[in-house]
Antibody, heavy 118, light 108 residues
Framework: EVQLVESGGGVVQTGGSRRLSCEASEFTFGNYWMTWVRQAPGKGLEWVASIKEDGSEQKYVGSVRGRFTISRDNAKNSLYLQMDSLRAEDTGVYYC???????????WGQGALVTVSS | SYELTQPPSVSVSPGQTARITCSGDEFPTKLAYWYQQKSGQAPVLVIYEDYKRPSGIPERFSASTSGTMATLTVSGAQVDDEADYYCYSTKSGGNEGVFGGGTKLTVL
């Protein structure tokens, strides 16, 4: 069964940085686009960023472009999200997910909570 | 910017049919996907490519699109189906997308 396990969540000060990791297993990681989706407390889901199979292309939602960087290491079956210049509105649970058919997310991790506080 | 609009809530009695709508201007050319999220859990894909059901998803979950509207139908809704449901679609070029605001389904 496909597994995705996020780590790196925690409390960070406004303006600070945090790096999330997602370790994948039970599938050929390098064959799939991967994505990050977040959910603010009590709010809906928001697509954040995606990265191509070989890491050569990245896409971001406008509110994080220039502050967040998605990357991957296929040798380590790992996905990353470097978050800089964090704001209170970046608080939430961050899920990593596998992208199927260049379109939708078919498997999700359990999420990592990031709290941005002053 | 591309937006998907869902009603905030839908309520039905057990055994009734629940219908959750999702309005999006690009649905005639873009595919719709549906996710179920139970409290405290990660989302689960229940419908992909407008109407297809992943393995393991009960047959009572179905979906369709017509014009600018996508609809998720839960036939014979059960208490266990209580959850937030989100529609999703991709932006031009794929691999980036947008979620609807979510609909809380109450079965009681």
């Amino acid at each position: 069964e496909v597994q995705l396990v996020e780590s790196g969540g925690g409390v960070v000060q406004t303006g600070g940085s945090r790096r999330l990791s997602c370790e994948a297993s039970e599938f050929t990681f390098g064959n799939y686009w991967m994505t990050w989706v977040r959910q603010a407390p009590g709010k809906g889901l928001e697509w954040v960023a995606s990265i191509k199979e070989d890491g050569s292309e990245q896409k971001y939602v406008g509110s994080v472009r220039g502050r967040f960087t998605i990357s991957r290491d296929n040798a380590k079956n790992s996905l990353y999200l470097q978050m800089d210049s964090l704001r209170a509105e970046d608080t939430g649970v961050y899920y990593c997910a596998r992208v199927k058919a260049a379109a939708h997310m078919d498997y999700w991790g359990q999420g990592a909570l990031v709290t941005v506080s002053s | 910017s591309y937006e998907l609009t869902q009603p905030p809530s839908v309520s039905v009695s057990p055994g009734q049919t629940a219908r959750i709508t999702c309005s999006g201007d690009e649905f005639p050319t873009k595919l719709a996907y549906w996710y179920q999220q139970k409290s405290g859990q990660a989302p689960v894909l229940v419908i992909y490519e407008d109407y297809k059901r992943p393995s393991g998803i009960p047959e009572r979950f179905s979906a369709s699109t017509s014009g600018t509207m996508a609809t998720l139908t839960v036939s014979g809704a059960q208490v266990d189906d209580e959850a937030d449901y989100y529609c999703y679609s991709t932006k031009s070029g794929g691999n980036e997308g947008v979620f609807g605001g979510g609909t809380k389904l109450t079965v009681l």
